[in-house]
């Protein structure tokens, strides 16, 4: 049978386990996939503690496969699909969980591997990358204009702070001291998080921000509103709804759609954005991949590779 790393229960890593799962089967709108590689994200271990999306209700079937994102080879095609062949390459989110070695993915969040990108590089795009890109574009602040991002370390902070710089913006990237070298190596002028970001933020632009795209939440958000005039231009993925809101800004709006997935599979071709992967491990070893992001120290991406 297929193996998969799930959780068996909520709780902690004590809950994990590399099972057997039957092989699923496609249905409408969904394509097969024989996963080649997997991008693991906060979410993953999150979910496993029992952690709720907005609006999701029930309790799961355990065990529960990890994983939203990955790349692989397709072997079969539901009900409805077009655009995509046995055989293909492709890459997108996960109906089931894609720290395995088959998984389905929805059609309409699916895109094709471009030549000369790796099931690797694609495979980390769907969640972070792709989260990224979507606040960018729904901030829509004209090139030239002054961007701050929170969490500009982490996954979906990475990405932002690269596409950014390619739609033509300066940015300031607040994150640990730790992280200095590694955000401005991406392209931003580096403010260290903590108490009193928003004073460290004016010293580091004067003439203020225009946007800020916020990935942490918390008393972070609450500094980080000060610093704008027009609240409208702050966002958040890191936040509840009500807490940006009460604030005058939004949550992040995911487009969740294979063009948003192409754009950014073609930022990664052009050279604007690097997904930045810094581990890599088998399925075999999945749990040391989930303590990487959990531990919350990592620098950019971490990708399991499937059958490699």
Same mark, same amino acid.
């Given at each position: 049978? #297929?193996?998969?790393?799930?959780?068996?229960?909520?709780?902690?890593?004590?809950?994990?386990?590399?099972?057997? !799962?039957?092989?699923?089967?496609?249905?409408?709108?969904? $394509?097969?996939?024989?996963?080649?590689?997997?991008?693991?994200?906060?979410?993953?271990?999150?979910?496993?503690?029992?952690?709720?999306? #907005?609006?999701?209700?029930?309790?799961?079937?355990?065990?529960?496969?990890?994983?939203?994102?990955?790349?692989? !080879?397709?072997?079969?095609?539901?009900?409805?699909?077009?655009?995509?062949?046995?055989?293909?390459?492709?890459?997108?989110?996960?109906?089931?969980?894609?720290?395995?070695?088959?998984?389905?993915?929805? +059609?309409?969040?699916?895109?094709?591997?471009?030549?000369?990108?790796?099931?690797?590089?694609?495979?980390?795009?769907? !969640?972070?990358?792709?989260?990224?890109?979507?606040?960018?574009?729904?901030?829509?602040?004209?090139?030239?204009?002054?961007?701050?991002?929170?969490?500009?370390?982490?996954?979906?902070?990475?990405?932002?702070?690269?596409?950014?710089?390619?739609?033509?913006?300066?940015?300031?990237?607040?994150?640990?001291?730790?992280?200095?070298?590694?955000?401005?190596?991406?392209? +931003?002028?580096?403010?260290?998080?903590?108490?009193?970001?928003?004073?460290?933020?004016?010293?580091?632009? #004067?003439?203020?921000?225009?946007?800020?795209?916020?990935?942490?939440?918390?008393? $972070?958000?609450?500094?980080? +509103?000060?610093?704008?005039?027009?609240?409208?231009?702050?966002?958040?993925?890191?936040?509840?709804?009500?807490?940006?809101?009460?604030?005058?800004?939004?949550?992040?709006?995911?487009?969740?759609?294979?063009?948003?997935?192409?754009?950014?599979?073609?930022? !990664?071709?052009?050279?604007?954005?690097?997904?930045?992967?810094?581990?890599?491990?088998?399925?075999?070893?999945?749990?040391?991949?989930?303590?990487?992001?959990?531990?919350?120290?990592?620098?950019?991406?971490?990708?399991?590779?499937?059958?490699?």
């Amino acid at each position: 049978m #297929p193996k998969a790393y799930a959780y068996t229960r909520y709780g902690g890593p004590e809950t994990e386990a590399l099972v057997d !799962v039957d092989r699923p089967s496609p249905g409408p709108g969904q $394509v097969l996939v024989a996963v080649r590689a997997a991008g693991v994200n906060p979410i993953d271990w999150k979910l496993r503690t029992g952690f709720r999306r #907005p609006g999701e209700t029930g309790s799961p079937a355990f065990p529960v496969v990890f994983g939203s994102e990955a790349a692989g !080879v397709v072997e079969e095609i539901g009900e409805g699909v077009t655009g995509f062949a046995v055989g293909d390459a492709v890459f997108g989110n996960t109906v089931t969980g894609g720290y395995a070695e088959y998984a389905l993915l929805p +059609a309409a969040v699916t895109a094709h591997v471009p030549d000369g990108l790796s099931f690797a590089h694609t495979a980390v795009l769907p !969640v972070a990358a792709a989260t990224a890109y979507d606040g960018i574009r729904q901030l829509g602040l004209p090139a030239g204009a002054t961007l701050l991002v929170t969490g500009a370390g982490g996954g979906v902070g990475v990405a932002a702070v690269q596409i950014g710089r390619a739609f033509g913006l300066r940015v300031v990237g607040a994150a640990s001291d730790g992280k200095k070298d590694f955000v401005e190596h991406l392209g +931003a002028v580096h403010v260290p998080s903590g108490p009193d970001l928003a004073a460290r933020v004016r010293a580091a632009a #004067p003439d203020g921000v225009d946007g800020v795209y916020d990935l942490v939440g918390g008393d $972070v958000l609450e500094e980080a +509103a000060t610093l704008l005039t027009d609240r409208s231009k702050l966002i958040t993925a890191g936040a509840s709804p009500q807490d940006v809101e009460r604030l005058g800004g939004a949550r992040v709006v995911r487009a969740r759609t294979t063009a948003v997935l192409d754009e950014v599979a073609r930022l !990664v071709e052009r050279g604007d954005l690097d997904p930045h992967i810094t581990q890599r491990f088998p399925l075999e070893r999945a749990g040391e991949a989930l303590r990487a992001v959990e531990d919350g120290h990592a620098r950019g991406k971490v990708v399991i590779e499937v059958g490699v």
